[in-house]
């Protein structure tokens, strides 16, 4: 099997993440593929090579094509591939229709589904997405969901002295963009409830000034570390005690299997993604958006509970294990790159 993977993406961002874990898996089961992606994140780039996967930058600049579409024609031309996998919208704009029948469209978002005129096959990160995705005039037989893994390796706990964080301290750890759609803030101010309990919040963004002087008023200097964007992510998971992930607009939402696959307890709110894919009250603790009290509370019961938090850590490693570990994922790609490379081979 030949994959040309086609990612504009950003320096940071889950569906970055997404497509290197993706790439990463299907190199170790033996693919081989051709990333054609931005220059923006040296150390992604840096991975894919040292996978042996070939990798071209481009611009993808909307408004002088000309470039990113060569570069895109010659990385399919050296590889020849079985299929072109377009992950998120700006890469499906790229798509030319000569190569329709092998071209297949990621959704990791409801995107519109013109952005992706060009491509036969269409897949979601969730089963929602692929409802919306058939509801906007797909076939169904031509769309599928194809969910990521966690890709969380055993890793020592970081070092709370390095975060000024007390040993015993109880730690509340949140891995999300600083943007308004992460709610954040909400979780600032239920620290501020939560006497003693410190806040690592692990993510850069627009609102890091905002973030940063609403915990300052909310007198939280002492325990909230703003961390940055980190590639420690299971170092920080294994020395947390609780995952936060309060986001108001997630269409998926990675950290919640990787909480579930590092073992940690969970307490989400209900955005799309997480309340499609959690078991409240069993795999997690499904709290409404935008409620600081729920959140609050929420937290409170992981923390002074200690049946509440066995049983979430409990059932959420078996949700991991029956459909997010990296061979499910291998498996199902698989499934769908034959089933595309098929149906292309027959003129169909």
């Known amino acids: 099997m030949r994959v040309l993977h086609v990612m504009a993406g950003a320096k940071e961002g889950g569906a970055e993440t997404m497509m290197l874990d993706g790439a990463l898996a299907l190199a170790e089961a033996g693919v081989e593929q051709h990333v054609v992606t931005r220059a923006d994140a040296p150390d ?39 299929v072109i996998h377009y992950w998120m919208g700006r890469a499906g704009e790229f798509a030319p229709r000569r190569w329709r029948a092998k071209s297949l469209g990621w959704y990791g978002g409801y995107y519109k589904l013109s952005r992706f005129r060009n491509c036969a096959w269409h897949v979601g990160v969730t089963s929602d997405i692929a409802r919306f995705i058939i509801e906007q005039g797909a076939p169904a037989d031509r769309v599928g969901v194809l969910q990521t893994y966690a890709n969380i390796e055993a890793a ?17 750890l949140a891995l999300a963009r600083l943007h308004w759609k992460k709610g954040i803030d909400t979780l600032i101010d239920a620290l501020a409830d939560l006497p003693g309990v410190y806040g690592w919040i692990a993510g850069a963004g627009p ?15 002492g325990r909230i570390r703003f961390l940055g964007w980190r590639t420690d992510r299971s170092a920080l998971l294994a020395a947390c005690d ?48 935008d409620d600081v009290r729920a959140l609050r509370d929420a937290i409170r019961r992981v923390l002074e509970d200690a049946e509440t938090a066995h049983r979430l850590v409990e059932n959420g490693r078996r949700a991991y294990e029956s459909g997010y570990t990296r061979q499910a994922f291998v498996r199902s790609a698989m499934a769908l790159y034959d089933k595309i490379k098929v149906a292309a081979a027959a003129g169909h």
């Open 44 to 82: 992604r780039l840096d991975a894919l090579r040292a996978a042996g996967v070939a990798v071209t930058t481009a611009r993808f600049d909307k408004f002088w094509r000309g470039e990113t579409s060569a570069k895109i024609k010659a990385a399919h031309d050296a590889l020849q591939p079985d």
């Open 156 to 172: 020592p706990p970081v070092s709370r002295e390095s975060l000024s964080t007390p040993d015993d301290a109880p730690v509340v």
């Open 207 to 221: 609102l890091e000034a905002e973030l940063k002087a609403r915990a300052s008023a909310a007198g939280l200097d």
């Open 242 to 289: 609780v995952v936060a992930f309060p986001s108001r607009y997630e269409p998926f939402g990675t950290v919640t299997v990787e909480a579930w696959a590092a073992g940690k307890p969970l307490v989400v709110a209900n955005a799309a993604g997480p309340a499609a894919t959690v078991t409240p009250d069993q795999d997690a603790l499904l709290v409404a958006r």
